[in-house]
């Protein structure tokens, strides 16, 4: 179909759409994979991105008359940063720690913790006027949320704090 000179392909808008939403999607993934070392997974991912990239960008680049074209491959780039943050909140790989600074005694929040299975480290602390109760844990990122929830049902006053682990070694993970 054309209109004022301009080819209008609609389906192949949608496929190239849909072409960057994938590439996208896995660009992201690859990229948290290298931030967790996983660097054989990384490339091979890698390598379906980039062919599916190229597949998208020569259909564009052959049919620059189709303005559909280049609203959906900007489109799709857009919509593919959305779907890898999703994917790589659903896979929730690596380790994180958790740091729970709670204001009130920590012995019971530390055993319910430790019952649920997780690995708990307690450590006396002194916070801005008071003596405070910090407990560390570190876990699977996966069970982060679960962990929290328990923390916040427990302990509704406690700080926490959650950060990234690059690598751990020994200890106790659940």
Do not use: Q
Request: hydrophobic content about 55%; aromatic content about 8%.
């Amino acid at each position: 179909m054309t209109l004022l000179g301009m080819h209008l392909d609609l389906a192949g808008a949608l496929l190239i759409f849909c072409l960057r939403l994938a590439d996208v999607t896995l660009g992201t993934v690859r990229t948290v994979l290298v931030m967790r070392g996983v660097r054989f997974v990384a490339a091979l991912v890698g390598f379906f991105e980039i062919i599916i990239w190229v597949v998208a960008i020569s259909r564009v680049m052959a049919h620059l008359d189709n303005v559909f074209n280049i609203i959906a491959y900007a489109g799709g780039y857009s919509c593919g940063i959305l779907m890898g943050i999703f994917v790589e909140e659903r896979l929730a790989l690596g380790i994180t720690v958790v740091n729970i600074v709670a204001p009130e005694d920590d012995e019971h929040l530390a055993a319910v913790l430790r019952k649920a299975g997780f690995g708990v480290t307690r450590l006396e602390a002194f916070g801005m006027h008071d003596e405070m109760h910090f407990l560390r844990v570190v876990l699977p990122r996966r069970k982060v949320n679960s962990l929290v929830r328990l923390c916040k049902k427990l302990s509704p006053k406690s700080f926490l704090t959650i950060e990234d682990v690059r690598s751990a070694h020994g200890g106790y993970l659940p």
